[in-house]
């Protein structure tokens, strides 16, 4: 059917859209978008890691250790990298791996949604889901959260920029462009503003 508004299956996607951000960055929120655009399932990292373990992450936090934590993280992300490609939210600290990022750069593409600090206390200052943020000086941790990891995400395959106001259709048409660019999408010819390389 010509002009369909999402193909059935997900053979224009070649890999896995691995989405990497601080927390506040609309991983979750844009992914979904973005999965929808392109007819392929959303998975959050984050939820299969709480599915697997019946806990919350806040749970896991407390009655184990940020190890345990990340050794679950690694064996989400290696199996959704061995199936169907789809999108791919993950937590804050699952690009900070190496073992994770050579396994994204080997079988998937990774995809940073780059926000500024400002942006970033709006969206999650008000939020207790944030194990991270639950000390006396939450601004002061996210502030060198941004600094220690944005180097990190800086090695992502693709950046797009996502600023205060910006609606999420946005960013999901800067990183549908830029896979479309990268050659990871058959270029759709659509409407879409598309810049010229």
Do not use: Q
């Amino acid at each position: 059917m010509p002009n369909a508004s999402k193909p059935e299956s997900t053979a224009g996607l070649k890999r896995t859209v691995v989405l990497v951000g601080l927390m506040g960055a609309g991983k979750s929120t844009v992914g979904r978008r973005l999965a929808d655009r392109l007819g392929v399932r959303f998975v959050d990292s984050d939820s299969e890691i709480e599915t697997a373990a019946d806990m919350t992450i806040s749970e896991i936090f407390e009655r184990f250790d940020e190890a345990y934590f990340r050794d679950g993280e690694r064996r989400v992300i290696a199996r959704l990298l061995n199936d169907k490609p789809c999108i791919l939210a993950t937590g804050g600290g699952a690009f900070l791996s190496n073992e994770n990022r050579e396994m994204i750069g080997k079988s998937g593409i990774s995809v940073w949604i780059k926000v500024d600090l400002e942006t970033l206390w709006e969206r999650v200052k008000d939020k207790d889901s944030r194990p991270l943020l639950n000390g006396d000086d939450p601004k002061g941790v996210l502030t060198r959260l941004l600094e220690a990891r944005y180097p990190l995400y800086g090695t992502a395959e693709i950046v797009v920029n996502s600023a205060s106001g910006d609606p999420h259709e946005v960013v999901v048409n800067a990183i549908v462009a830029a896979l479309e660019g990268g050659g990871y999408l058959p270029a759709t010819g659509g409407n879409e503003d598309k810049h010229e390389h």
